[in-house]
């Protein structure tokens, strides 16, 4: 689903608006899948996830795993959503990102999510800054 590619000496090639965009997009299937496993693929061991800016950060992957599994009405659950990578700037990006739940919509959210990526190329730090109409 994510491919974590290096450059020759072993430390992440530097991101690029692609590559956030896949890890996105890897995101966005894994909310869709049954179970969490896809989840080690894409947040470090030590990874935080902070749900709002004035929200305590999630710390660590089994504990982004709990939050996941609680927040989320299952892998069927009835969305559409749409990102635009805003900026990128070596490890750190910006994507401006667009979640509609249920048909017919019954919540909706704009948010902005902040990242700072690992060398493997796995998310150290995501910060979303949600806004509903």
């Known amino acids: 689903m994510w491919e974590i590619r290096t450059a020759l000496d072993g430390r992440l090639a530097t991101m690029d608006r692609n590559r956030v965009a896949a890890w996105i997009e890897a995101y966005e299937q894994a909310w869709?899948?049954?179970?969490?496993?896809?989840?080690?693929?894409?947040?470090?061991?030590?990874?935080?996830?902070?749900?709002?800016?004035?929200?305590?950060?999630?710390?660590?992957?089994?504990?982004?795993?709990?939050?996941?599994?609680?927040?989320?009405?299952?892998?069927?659950?009835?969305?559409?959503?749409?990102?635009?990578?805003?900026?990128?700037?070596?490890?750190?990006?910006?994507?401006?990102?667009?979640?509609?739940?249920?048909?017919?919509v019954h919540q909706e959210w704009r948010d902005l999510w902040i990242m700072r990526f690992a060398e493997d190329g796995r998310c150290l730090s995501f910060e979303e800054w949600p806004f509903a109409p």
Do not use: C, N
Request: proline letters at 10%.
């Open 32 to 104: 869709r899948t049954p179970g969490t496993a896809a989840l080690g693929t894409m947040f470090t061991p030590d990874a935080t996830y902070q749900q709002g800016p004035y929200r305590e950060p999630v710390v660590g992957l089994p504990a982004i795993v709990r939050m996941w599994d609680s927040e989320r009405d299952g892998p069927d659950e009835v969305f559409q959503m749409t990102s635009k990578v805003v900026a990128v700037d070596g490890d750190t990006a910006v994507a401006r990102v667009h979640v509609r739940y249920g048909d017919p």
